[in-house]
């Protein structure tokens, strides 16, 4: 007798069957994911020294695969394996996870080229590829990919021209394909993209002409287009980004109101002609000139390629499987009902719950992460607000801290959890390291130990809101904080100055290290003397500070030799033993003002003082100033205290202004001393062309 559904039990049972399914999907998909995640592991690691935990006996989410993370649904919904020392291939199988939301594999050495079937993760919103040794050409399938905000491919060796089907990707802020090899023009089509907010297409081989689309992107903030090899009319529009717009190293480029572009005459053309041979791999025998500047090039077809995704058709294979689990499905339905329920209740008091391992959940997206698996957003996950009892006492100012704050996931991912690798430098109280944001910037971050930190509370806080309230182009800017009490760790998030500190450029031996001009040092004075004014003016939203521990290591020197005081503020978030810990070591160096020792106290004529110092340094190119310094700096025996590194070059007038102000500052009686305000200006009546 044949299966009726018109028999109540049979049907009974099918109902069960359906239930059981849609509670435990893992009977559908978990034999699929498992596949492909052993596939995955095959190629990404080929020798198995780094995803040993990635076994075909295992359970994915059962938090055992390591950078592994799976949904409610027990899916794998993200896979984070940044900085794992991974050189393998990424695998076409990546496919076959369907549900993946986010792809982090960033700051590894992975070969060969980007599979076209990653294109068929229709909900993946993150792939970060970046700073891995990918080439080939980025596969024009991937306009598929409609939730994609983030596509992070820079640092690798990418070749062809950039798919002009990226504009399909409507829901893309940031797209980053900067220091890859990538060739012809910048397609029109991005200019389309709505809610894109950062372009960064730098260092390529790219030509021809700024398309106009781009300056009507009406979220675009940043546009990077440095060091290629565009020409032409500049669109007027693009001057609204102000210093978002950064297009030096593209000789060919003019335009009016742009500090460094050339006027165009009749001769620059708004499409110049192109480069007649390929500037490298990918073209396919195809000459730039045939490339098209700005047209929106169809993705070719062949077979199902471009069609529609149609509803996938039940295999004989899935009939196979759903009579033999229908047939086992009765005796095992109420053991399965009831082991769903347990498993389900536990999840969801572990929703709620940070266990010992560090596995959270994002209840913003539903996945379930282990070792900070990174999240979709800067946003704070929900229910995890270490300043939300704070907000009566900050009042208005709770909004301003809202915008600084960093997540704890974003901090561990930008400098892959905090890999040695990363480390710039340890003091007594901190760790800083060099991290990329997900926005594609880089940072560096500073952690601090809670232990360090001033135990009250509100001073932390009011600490806290000092350093939010600092807006000057000489003191290095704070991105954001993050406060863990889990960890018992604070986290200052700030820009990353490129050209190192100050004392870097000192003691330099001839044809070992670089030597600064003239002029560079006196345009490093002034915006020594700019910061440290800033830092005493009394101004609206911002008390008047005292560094209190200057030095040529706080110093910063970024890639326009600018310089920018680093640390500003920092002390009115520590303790006070950590701070006059930090001072022996500025004592020691001689920056530290002789009135400390019997009033203890610091004021705007200590940060001077060590100012007067700091500009002995950059006259004489050393790190220590002796007697015989001072004694030729108040003898005006400038050709025994000039660097002689310059070999003359230096104009006399000025340097002895210099020596006589960095006198003047460096006296022992802070009566004596002048104003940084007055300084400014006697500096600012220096004719130095900057």
């Not at 700073?131 to 983030?150: F, H």
């Not at 491919?153 to 940031?174: D, M, R």
């Not at 360090?452 to 939010?468: A, M, V």
Request: glycine letters at 8%; one cysteine or more.
């Amino acid at each position: 007798m044949g299966f009726s559904f018109s028999q109540p039990l049979t049907f009974l049972f099918f109902s069960l069957l359906v239930f059981a399914l849609l509670l435990n999907p893992k009977w559908v998909c978990g034999d699929t994911e498992l596949r492909a995640l052993m596939d995955i592991k095959a190629a990404l690691d080929p020798e198995s020294h780094y995803l040993s935990s990635w076994t075909i006996n295992g359970k994915p989410c059962d938090g055992s695969f390591e950078g592994v993370g799976c949904n409610e649904k027990g899916q794998v919904a993200n896979i984070s394996l940044q900085g794992k020392g991974l050189y393998g291939k990424l695998s076409p199988a990546i496919a076959e996870l369907k549900q993946l939301t986010g792809l982090y594999l960033h700051y590894n050495s992975l070969q060969g080229t980007i599979p076209r079937e990653i294109a068929n993760l229709t909900f993946l919103s993150d792939l970060y590829l970046n700073v891995n040794n990918l080439s080939g050409e980025i596969p024009p399938e991937i306009r598929k990919m409609e939730n994609l905000q983030v596509l992070q491919l820079c640092y690798n060796q990418l070749t062809g021209s950039i798919p002009t089907q990226l504009g399909s990707l409507k829901k893309l802020v940031v797209l980053a394909l900067q220091s890859n090899q990538l060739a012809g023009a910048i397609p029109a089509s991005l200019g389309h993209l709505g809610m894109l907010m950062r372009l960064d297409l730098s260092s390529n081989r790219l030509f021809g002409s700024l398309p106009s689309t781009l300056a009507d992107a009406p979220s675009l903030r940043v546009l990077d287009v440095r060091n290629n090899t565009l020409s032409g009319n500049v669109p007027p529009a693009l001057k609204r980004m102000n210093d978002g717009f950064l297009y030096e190293y593209n000789l060919g480029l003019c335009g009016v109101g742009f500090s460094s572009l050339k006027t165009c005459n009749s001769s620059d053309q708004s499409n110049p002609e192109r480069p007649k041979k390929p500037y490298g791999a990918g073209f396919g025998g195809t000459s730039a000139k045939d490339i098209p500047e700005t047209a929106n090039v169809p993705l070719p077809c062949n077979g199902t390629q471009c069609q529609n995704p149609s509803k996938p058709k039940q295999s004989a294979s899935s009939i196979i499987v759903g009579i033999v689990v229908f047939a086992i499905a009765v005796p095992t339905i109420g053991v399965l009902t009831f082991t769903e329920y347990r498993r389900r209740k536990q999840k969801l008091r572990n929703s709620f719950d940070i266990s010992d391992n560090g596995l959270i959940m994002n209840q913003a997206k539903g996945t379930y992460q282990k070792n900070g698996s990174p999240l979709a957003s800067l946003e704070y996950s929900n229910g995890w607000d270490p300043l939300a009892e704070s907000r009566n006492f900050m009042g208005d100012s709770y909004d301003v801290f809202h915008s600084f704050r960093f997540n704890l996931e974003e901090v561990e991912t930008a400098t892959q959890y905090f890999s040695e690798l990363n480390l710039l430098g340890r003091s007594i109280f901190s760790a800083t390291y060099k991290g990329m944001l997900r926005d594609g910037s880089v940072v560096a971050i500073k952690r601090i130990s809670k232990t360090s930190c001033k135990s009250d509370e509100s001073e932390f806080l009011k600490g806290l809101h000092i350093l939010t309230s600092l807006r000057n182009e000489n003191l290095v800017r704070l991105r954001g904080f993050c406060c863990s009490r889990g960890r018992g760790e604070c986290f200052l998030v700030y820009d990353f100055v490129h050209n190192g500190n100050l004392s870097c450029y000192l003691d330099v031996n001839e044809g070992e290290g670089q030597v600064l001009e003239w002029s560079t040092r006196v345009s490093i004075v002034k915006g020594i003397a700019k910061g440290i004014a800033y830092l005493h003016a009394y101004k609206p939203n911002k008390p008047a500070l005292v560094h209190q521990n200057i030095s040529a290591e706080k110093v910063l020197i970024d890639q326009r030799f600018n310089p920018m005081l680093s640390d500003s503020g920092l002390h009115n978030l520590l303790t006070d033993d950590i701070v006059f810990s930090a001072l022996k070591a500025s004592a020691a160096k001689g920056y530290l003002a002789p009135e400390y020792t019997t009033t203890g106290r610091f004021t705007e004529k200590s940060d001077v003082y060590a100012f007067g110092v700091l500009l002995l340094q950059i006259i004489s190119g050393k790190r220590k100033i002796t007697s015989s310094m001072c004694l030729a700096a108040e003898s005006s025996r400038l050709e025994e205290l000039i660097d002689p590194n310059l070999h003359g070059r230096f104009i006399e007038y000025e340097a002895a202004k210099l020596v006589k102000m960095a006198l003047l500052c460096s006296h022992e009686s802070p009566f004596e001393r002048p104003l940084m305000e007055a300084i400014v200006i006697e500096l600012e009546s220096f004719n130095i062309c900057l």
